[in-house]
């Protein structure tokens, strides 16, 4: 019994350790105060808006690639999207794991302007898959009244 004391007595400091310095958090969900979501054959857009209590609060897009059939083998990805006041783009072209989702954010000086949002705009996006180029567009519609 002697002999299996200390193998019981490391057992109980590694487990105890490993119960004390776990990391118990949460992980974080998108809810952004105000979205418009639409679906392609390919992709789930969704058009944000984040902190519109903020000064300049956030315009965002949320890429989710829902195309289940291929394997997830996109290499490169870019979007463009384009407003009448304005526009931004996000660029990744060396992706080495992509995990099917995509967010972005850019301040937005246009988006509020009297406690009204109301922007229209499109959403290109290109991405390489396989060595091949695809493309999708969507047209999108942020309207809020304060």
Known sequence: MKQF????LIA???GAAMFFL???YEEERFDPYYSFEERSMYWEYTVFLEDVSEEVPEIGVRLHFINENKKRDINALEFFV???????????????DFNGEIIYTEPCDFCLSNGRLNVYGNIYINWRENDEIYSDWLHFHLRYDN
């Open 5 to 8: 004391f200390p193998f019981i």
């Open 22 to 24: 776990s990391d118990n």
């Open 82 to 96: 384009e407003t009448d006041y304005g526009g931004f783009y996000y660029q990744d072209l060396d992706i080495n």
């Open 12 to 14: 109980g400091i590694v």
